[in-house]
């Protein structure tokens, strides 16, 4: 019986007296094979709309990497596919410059995309047909010990951040606005944690009612 390949790794499974006297070389090149996926970078320029990554049976190849770094002054959107059939979780670095689109495909099923703006990092998993965001699928995201949201700006060099404070007596959770105010407002409380847009500081009646009543 011949040797066979794993469908995600593409790693040789060596049949009970085949390959004699070349077991030592075979099962290192598994062994890098594991390695690559386990540990693997690549950085990978991506020159047109359409890039395929390779998994090629018993060799080194660029899909199998565990993190990838796409680069390239791109011009327009662009999809790098993953064969269909591979199970397998990737690291992803978009790098790349220009205001488009960077798609991770598996061929014929759904893409995890980054935005035009987004040049920042995913954690995504194929399996097998589609490509998933696994951050996308959590309901309920926690950052402990007063931890930051960031926001960065256009290059990412200064950001505003986000935290908890100190000391919270009970959990308190807040349900932002629907729908944008107007120029001049403010956003406000209803008590119950509901957000809203609301004129901002006394109207003028009132400022009036006031100096009358004051002085």
Known sequence: ????????????????G???????????????????????????????TNTT?????????NARNAVLRFTGAI???????????????????????????VALNQVGGASVIFSTTNKSHKLIYLDGTNANDILDDLSTIRLPNQNEVRFGDADNSHYVALRAGTTVASNLSFTLPTADGTSGQAITTDGAGALSFATAGITTGKAIAMAIVFG
């Open 53 to 61: 990554l390779l998994m090629t049976d018993a060799t080194i190849s």
């Open 18 to 48: 085949e390959n004699s006297g070349t077991w030592g070389t075979k099962t290192n090149t598994n062994l890098d094979l594991v390695q690559q996926a386990i540990v693997g970078f690549e950085s990978i320029a991506i020159t047109s």
């Open 75 to 101: 011009t327009a959107n662009c999809t790098v596919f993953v064969a269909s059939g591979i199970e397998k979780t990737y690291t992803v670095d978009n790098a790349t410059t220009g205001a488009f689109t």
């Open 1 to 16: 019986m011949p040797s066979t390949f794993s469908t995600d790794l593409k790693i040789e499974l060596m049949a009970t």
